[in-house]
T-cell receptor
Framework: KAGVTQTPRYLIKTRGQQVTLSCSPI?????VSWYQQTPGQGLQFLFE???????NKGNFPGRFSGRQFSNSRSEMNVSTLELGDSALYLC?????????????FGPGTRLTVL | SQQGEEDPQALSIQEGENATMNCSYK?????LQWYRQNSGRGLVHLIL?????REKHSGRLRVTLDTSKKSSSLLITASRAADTASYFC??????????FGTGTSLTVIP
């Protein structure tokens, strides 16, 4: 099976812009989770989608949003970008959910906000 | 706040030695997982241990879980240069939230 893919791999934006990141899970996986990784805050849970429904959301402002399509592909959107949004954004897919089974991670999207 | 914290933050050992890293967490969990991350890349799942298990092995990896102390340890035996990476514990405290620890950076010197 193909692994989790994320596009784009690298992105440079300026403050105030918005960005959309895409994640294609492993075939058959219905759960997709998103994480933000920064040197200062480590890995932080953003949200999880399962069968097109957001099941849970981490402690991030409303500028961070996501969605999942019927084919389980997921997108996350960040509006009104801030310098602090510069990070590695990782998505992970799993069969039943983040905690209940192993997660398979994509390579990440490196977002730089100038 | 993050659920888990790893100790030590950084560890440097010679090839062939064993590496032990610890994880402490704050609330009751359903299971605990360990992941490895090579520099700036995605994470790779290593092992999952459920709350009713005390020890689990996978190849050169040995994981223990002490729910009374809310802690877990990961032992890598006979380390290799290729084991150089950051190691994270992650906990499922229910509610489909999933928390990663702060990570241990392991360097194995050839």
């Amino acid at each position: 099976k193909a692994g989790v893919t994320q596009t784009p791999r690298y992105l440079i934006k300026t403050r105030g812009q918005q960005v959309t990141l895409s994640c294609s899970p492993i075939s058959g996986h219905r759960s997709v989770s998103w994480y933000q990784q920064t040197p200062g805050q480590g890995l932080q849970f953003l949200f999880e989608y399962f069968s097109e429904t957001q099941r849970n959301k981490g402690n991030f402002p409303g500028r961070f949003s996501g969605r999942q399509f019927s084919n389980s592909r997921s997108e996350m959107n960040v509006s009104t970008l801030e310098l602090g949004d510069s990070a590695l954004y990782l998505c992970a897919s799993s069969l039943v959910g983040a905690g209940g089974s192993r997660q398979f991670f994509g390579p990440g999207t490196r977002l730089t906000v100038l | 706040s993050q659920q888990g914290e790893e100790d030590p933050q950084a560890l440097s050992i010679q090839e062939g030695e064993n590496a032990t890293m610890n994880c402490s967490y704050k609330t009751s969990i359903n299971n605990l997982q360990w992941y490895r991350q090579n520099s700036g890349r995605g994470l790779v799942h290593l092992i999952l241990i459920r709350s009713n298990e005390r020890e689990k092995h996978s190849g050169r990896l040995r994981v223990t879980l002490d729910t009374s102390k809310k802690s877990s340890s990961l032992l890598i035996t006979a380390s290799r240069a290729a084991d150089t990476a950051s190691y994270f514990c992650a906990t499922d405290a229910g509610g489909n939230q999933f928390y990663f620890g702060t990570g241990t950076s392991l360097t194995v010197i050839p």
